[in-house]
């Protein structure tokens, strides 16, 4: 299995697209067919290092991830978040 790790950072000016964001990212377990997982967490801590959103996506393969990176669905949202985030933190491992 394959793990990817997101977490965004918004602008301040878009935090309250946090929630319409989250619920964009797990659509996206219906409409793309490699992701086999999906879990979205908006944070509620106040710690400076925090970040706003968090996502873990499983897949049964590396080339499950390549083909979620390239999903026109994905892009779409990928498009939306790079307009409304200022940060992001990203990991990809194998279990």
Known sequence: MVKHIVMIR???????????????????LH???SLKE??????FNDRPSGYDLVLTAGFDEIEGLNSY?????????????KEFANEWAAVDYLL
């Not at 999906?38 to 944070?43: A, S």
Request: hydrophobic letters at 40%.
């Open 10 to 28: 918004f602008k301040e000016e878009y935090k309250s697209k946090v929630v319409e964001m989250k619920l964009e990212i797990e659509d996206l």
């Open 31 to 33: 409409t793309v067919p």
């Open 38 to 43: 999906m879990e979205v967490g908006i944070n």
């Open 69 to 81: 990176r390239i999903h026109p669905d994905h892009m779409t949202v990928l498009e939306k978040l």
